[in-house]
């Protein structure tokens, strides 16, 4: 069939990326298919890594980066004894070593080190930006890199299955958590190492059931009609489920789309604001007074 022309889409796709592919990719492929004029998504996964990308169309890409900060889990799998350069299988060996004899109590001890609020470098191949250069890319031209250490939230590293020295792994955590480093840390703290063989992105809040399609699923789609294709789409309220709701009369839901301040007996934090017949206006905060401040103002 032939590229349809962009044109303005809204909505939010709950993309499953495929392995072998950077999200990029996977965003523009998505982006054609819907000929969508404006795309963004919500958080990277590394090429070797599948599942959950949410893709945000149009005026949805408005609240991208607040998805970005969202909490997400995975199941990924691992290989004890061997250390790469990358963290994962698509890097080079730099060590393998024997795996000691482990039961899993042993590593179940050593899995809860790594939760709660704890202090993690990034691998040094990772997309992360040093003098406004990857480090992925100063690591391939043979620099001398090193991530500095941050501070992520992990609230579940949970051994799910064994099966000689491949673990099955359930993980849980916040914004900028990298599981291939977990996974090396993991295996530093067994003494053997290890490195992530599979990684699958399974939920990001507040998607917990998603409803994911591949790229093949929305090919096929798109050659029943347009129609198909976007019954595929969320409304943007669907990535604003866990923020509450302000539902204002005609005169208040006037000023906010013209950006003035209004007063609402609201708790203060971040709210969505929608007129009286719920349509979307606007996200903003509430403030001690009572004053809602727009962040961002949605077309009707």
Known sequence: MPEPQSRAITGILLLDKPTGISSNRALQQAKRLFGAAKAGHTGSLDPLATGLLPICFGEATKIAGYLLGARKAYLAECRLGVTTDTCDSEGTVLVERPVPALDDAAIRMALAQFTGRITQVPPVYSALKQGGVPLYKRARRGEAVEASPREVEVFRFE????????????????????????????????????????????????????CMFTLDELTALREQGESALRACLLPVEAGLADWPVLRLGANDADAVVHGRVVHVAAPSGRHRVESSDGRLLAIGEVDASGAFRILRGFAG
């Open 159 to 210: 051994l799910l299955a064994r099966a000689g020295d491949v673990l099955r792994l359930a993980v849980e955590c916040g914004s900028g958590t990298y599981v291939r480093s977990l996974v090396r840390d993991l295996g530093e703290a067994l003494g053997c190492g290890a490195h992530l063989t599979a990684l699958r992105r399974v939920w990001v809040e507040p998607f917990r059931n998603p």
